[in-house]
């Protein structure tokens, strides 16, 4: 089959490709993933660029018309003809994006803090021994007399497997039969032998995000955190959002293998760079927690994931076994154990249990509610009596996915902004202060909160008849200038158009339906709930006010809402350094009762009244009032 070389601007990369390739996979191939949230289905308009030169086929797709004007097309259904010269925009890049790894945490910032209620008994540890050689007399083989020894001197069962035992032999003479032997907490299996005072175990917590994995290594001697890292994950360039995913895993051919693979090659990249950084042997790594939803759990296994999106939405397995990093596919000790977080349902997976147990929220008596706001939005209330949990699917919208000039929170993001109510002239805040890229998911908050403060839109969201030159019509409708091109960093003007409203709408919507949801179910008012914990990035930016005012979140006190950052890799932190912590999460998931929002009219009617600002009950909403024209102390 003819190649054809394929030269990306302006990072200048060229790779070669068979003709008939997508734009899409070659840009892979290069390692410049591009955006897609309909997973290559030509709907998205995510992943444009511009064809320098060379011979290329479109095939369809559907790309804005302003767009289309400015010459661009879409790489998933442009196919490779010829050589090609193609140049991505920085907005169609998937990029790295900046990972939730140190936050603003007011709840429980250090895992010393947290271990205070557990004790320190890790998934893996190392003991010495030293053993007596054999001799023609005393001539027990080299397992019995390893596994004697640890009886004896340890008080411990232990086993070993087949792989263990293929180097035994070696490994007791080399390290003259005075050693240090790792064990599994679980079963007391025997991980790795290796010479006396060269034994360290290491663990590592994965959270396994749809759009991001951070990956930290522990010190499971000391219980110390040696460092952190996290990038986006790879099968993004499938789809933004699980559905996608689960979509291209089960509708092409090796597509969950794709998906596998691209997981795998997320996580195994930040393990090599975390251990090559600190010059740690992969062997030394003898346990993994993953933490990640239902979805990312069947993908990241080959587990097939069709069942998931189809009614009544049953996962392959909730509880899954102890797996070993071989058969999973990491890049550690080959026997290391991994466990993974168990899932409640198909969507309210191991990452909701790993933050609710992270949280505490089944530990005292406090009524707390626990949302993270991501792609669904999923939540848990309850306390130590009893836990109900639930997920909306708000959509991707305050990832800044689906939205026009949608970004997440990273440098560039427009996070705050402010608009004069007499000149309706805005001011932005820009995260690292420069000059704006996007706006995220806060900023996308603040704005909607402000446009209806300024009576810039109505309680619907629609635009009203104001005087201002940033309000404008176009083809596909009016949208709001919230930075001309001159100011932005990508020379393009960065608005917020009406389908965007309507989509944060949407989202905000599902989210505040889904808090009512719960309540009703258990015949609980709003003002019971003592405690709000939001998970994420998101919550480090958000604005507790804006998203009060819009109807996001509940309107109750600030000093009610806690900020935790990303729990769902604290958690796996936590369960990889306590045995009873990790026996705790797997109580959580089987007795925390899950609500279908799909079965019945209760979320569907709590949504519809909440398609308001902030809501068609104003009487929910006493802070707020009809959210427009005064500047109330919301900030
Ligand atoms: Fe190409 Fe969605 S339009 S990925």
């Known amino acids: 089959m003819n190649q054809f070389k394929v030269t990306f601007l302006p990072a200048d990369v060229t790779v ?101 209620h557990y004790p320190l008994e890790p998934a893996c540890s190392v003991t010495s021994l030293e053993l007596a050689e054999p001799t023609l007399t005393e001539n027990a083989s080299d397992a019995s007399r390893l596994l004697a020894a640890l009886r004896k001197e340890k008080d411990l069962e232990a086993s070993l497997d087949l792989d263990l035992l293929r180097k035994l032999p070696d490994s007791l003479r080399q390290a003259g039969w005075q050693i240090d032997v790792t064990l599994a907490a679980t079963n007391n299996r025997i991980i790795q032998v ?19 994995v951070a990956v930290s290594l522990l010190d499971l001697g000391s219980g110390q955190i040696v460092a952190r890292n996290g990038s986006y994950n790879r099968q993004a360039a499938y789809g933004d959002d699980v559905i996608s995913r689960i979509i291209h895993a089960t509708s092409n051919e090796g597509g969950l293998e794709e998906l596998r693979q691209a997981a795998l090659a997320t996580i195994n990249d930040l393990i090599s760079a975390i251990l090559g950084s600190r010059g740690i042997n992969p062997a030394g790594v003898t346990a993994a927690c993953v933490a990640g939803n239902t979805t990312m759990a069947h993908l990241l296994l080959g587990i097939n994931p069709r069942y998931l999106r189809l009614s009544p939405y049953i996962p392959a397995a909730a509880e899954l076994p102890t797996l070993k990093a071989a058969e999973v596919g990491l890049r550690i000790n080959p026997g290391a154990i991994v466990q ?41 209330l309850g306390n130590s009596d009893w836990l109900i949990s639930c997920a909306c699917s708000a959509g991707p919208a305050f990832e800044g996915s689906g939205i026009t000039c949608g970004m997440r929170a990273m440098a560039g993001a427009i996070e705050g902004v402010t608009i004069d109510p007499e000149t309706l002239e805005v001011e932005l805040e820009v995260i690292g202060g420069g000059r704006p890229a996007g706006i995220c998911g806060s900023g996308l908050i603040d704005c909607l909160a402000k446009l209806r403060r300024a009576g810039i839109i109505d309680r619907t969201g629609n635009f009203q008849d104001v005087t201002t030159p940033r309000l404008r019509q176009t083809d596909e409708g009016p949208e709001f200038v919230l930075a001309w091109a001159a100011q932005s960093s990508n020379h393009r003007d960065i608005v917020l158009t009406a389908a965007d409203i309507k ?92 609500l279908e929002l799909s079965a019945g009219n209760l979320f569907m009617e709590e949504f519809v009244s909440a398609l308001f600002l902030p809501h068609t009950q104003l009487e929910l909403f006493p802070s707020v009032g009809n959210g427009s024209g005064s500047e109330r102390s919301l900030g």
């Open 340 to 380: 993974i977080f168990p899932a409640v349902a198909s969507y309210v997976g191991g990452d909701i249990v790993s933050g609710a147990l992270f949280t505490g929220i089944a530990r005292g008596e406090e009524l707390t509610l626990f949302i993270d706001i991501g792609t669904n939005g999923e939540m848990v």
């Open 16 to 116: 070669r490709v068979a003709a008939g390739t997508t734009i899409m996979a070659a840009a892979n191939e290069a390692g410049l993933p591009l955006k897609s949230t309909c997973g290559g289905a030509g709907t998205c308009g995510r992943c444009a660029v511009k064809i320098e030169t060379g011979e290329v086929q479109i095939q369809g797709g559907r790309l804005p018309a302003r767009m289309e004007k400015e010459g661009y097309t879409l790489a998933c259904q442009t196919v490779i003809k010829g050589d090609v010269v193609v140049t991505i925009p920085p907005e169609s890049l998937l990029g790295q994006h900046q990972v939730l790894l140190q936050d603003k945490g007011r709840l429980q910032d250090s895992l010393t803090d947290l271990l205070g």
């Open 503 to 594: 989509n944060l709408i949407r989202s905000k919507g599902a989210v505040f339906a889904g808090i009512q949801s719960l309540l009703k179910t258990v015949s609980l008012e709003m003002e019971a709930i003592e405690r709000i914990i939001i998970a994420g990035g998101f919550g480090n930016y958000l604005h507790i006010p804006n998203a009060v005012a819009i109807g996001l979140l509940p309107d109750l006190p600030p000093e009610k809402y806690v900020f935790a950052g990303n729990t769902s890799l604290k958690g796996a932190e936590l369960a990889l350094l306590s045995r009873p912590a990790w026996q705790e999460a797997l109580e959580l998931a089987r007795r925390m009762t899950y």
């Open 194 to 212: 290796v010479p006396r005072g060269t034994g360290r175990a290491y663990g590592l917590a994965i959270d396994l995000g749809t759009t991001t």
